[in-house]
């Protein structure tokens, strides 16, 4: 049975850093490519980060040297390292697993919210 499991959420003030966790089981976590997806309220969930299962990543324009993404295969965890966060950066944070045409796992979503 495959679990992602995501930890790390809270409550900061603006110009404050959290760091994101995903823990992976039931997964050959080598294989996978791997993300963080984030939905505000109102909003559609968007893309925040990616890293490819070659070590390719993606970011999105709004979180551009602020945020980093990276996968410890030893520990079968994803993470995403937050810094100098904003106000808008307050949403529900989601980790995703997947192999293209293949699988796609999310976690269950941990809230972030940056407020003073």
């Known amino acids: 049975q495959v679990q992602l499991v995501e930890s790390g959420g809270g409550l900061v003030q603006p110009g404050g850093s959290l760091r994101l966790s995903c823990a992976a089981s039931?997964?050959?976590?080598?294989?996978?490519?791997m993300g963080w997806y984030r939905q505000a309220p109102g909003n559609q969930r968007e893309l925040v980060a990616t890293?490819?299962?070659?070590?390719?990543?993606v970011y999105a324009d709004s979180v551009k040297g602020r945020f980093t993404i990276s996968r410890d295969s030893a520990k079968n965890t994803l993470y995403l390292q937050m810094n100098s966060l904003k106000p808008d950066d307050t949403a529900v944070y989601y980790c995703?697993?997947?192999?293209?045409?293949?699988?796609?796992?999310w976690g269950q979503g941990t809230q972030v919210t940056v407020s003073s």
């Open positions: 890293i490819s299962s070659g070590g390719r990543f």
């Open positions: 995703r697993m997947w192999k293209p045409l293949n699988t796609d796992y």
């Open positions: 039931g997964i050959i976590f080598r294989l996978y490519n």
